[in-house]
């Protein structure tokens, strides 16, 4: 009964291997998220979909790529991983984003997938 | 964009004591400030959160304070305990969410 859930916990690549993560939401929420956190455990993020529409990109190199098949799954693929994406990423959601882009409301995260470029 | 800054890094405390980090942000349109714990090799969790219209929100152990004027808000944590002891991060909420940089709280036996 895990609210949001991704796939794979771990990944270990060579670096230029393309890789996917895979983020499930079962809250029927509207918006989902990618977020990065860095080895100094900063947070940062950089997707929000809403309905399938992208809504937020934070000037994240066009290697990643999201892609949600439907409202309650949002992937994130990375193209020819480099040392720098090592991190743990976070798929989160929340129910509603406001027609002005204002967030109304809470954001719940998965429990993160450790990545690791060799 | 907002900036959300969090002191302190590390936080070490006796347990049963109290625990206070304080943040403070830059954009006067952040309207909403919740707090998330994370404890290791999990996702952030929601503990608490308040919006721009109230000054205090209290939770049993937890509390929540935001002044708006001078752009501050705190976490109070009362009478401590060992599964305190986690990461906690701020976060200021305008179009997007914005985090604090973390504070790793110590609670020791």
């Known amino acids: 009964d895990t609210a949001v859930s991704q796939t794979p916990k771990y990944l270990v690549t060579q670096m230029g291997n393309d890789k996917s993560i895979k983020c499930e939401q079962n809250?029927?929420?509207?918006?989902m998220y990618w977020y990065k956190q860095d080895s100094k455990k900063f947070l940062k993020i950089m997707f929000s979909?809403?309905?399938?529409?992208?809504?937020i990109n934070e000037t994240v190199p066009n290697r990643f790529s999201p892609k949600s098949p439907d409202k309650a799954h949002l992937n994130l693929h990375i193209n020819s991983l480099e040392l720098g994406d090592s991190a743990v990423y976070f798929c989160?959601?929340?129910?509603?984003?406001?027609?002005?882009?204002?967030?109304?409301?809470?954001?719940?995260f998965g429990p993160g997938t450790r990545l690791t470029v060799l | 964009g907002e900036n959300v800054e969090q002191h302190p890094s590390t936080l070490s405390v006796q347990e049963g004591d109290s625990a206070v980090i304080k943040c403070t942000y830059s954009?006067?349109?952040?309207?909403?400030f919740p707090w998330y714990k994370q404890e290791l090799g999990k996702g952030p969790q929601l503990i608490i959160d308040?919006?721009?219209?109230?000054g205090e929100k209290k939770d049993q152990r937890i509390a929540v304070t935001l002044n708006k004027t001078a752009k501050h808000f705190s976490l109070h944590i009362t009478e401590t305990q060992p599964e305190d002891s986690a990461v906690y991060f701020c976060?200021?909420?305008?179009?997007?969410?914005?985090f604090g940089t973390g504070t790793r709280l110590t609670i020791i036996p």
């Open positions: 989160a959601s929340s129910q509603d984003i406001l027609a002005g882009g204002g967030l109304t409301d809470t954001q719940y």
């Open positions: 809250l029927g929420h509207d918006t």
């Open positions: 979909y809403n309905n399938k529409e992208l809504i």
């Open positions: 954009d006067s349109a952040s309207n909403y």
């Open positions: 308040i919006r721009s219209n109230v």
């Open positions: 976060a200021a909420v305008d179009e997007k969410l914005t």
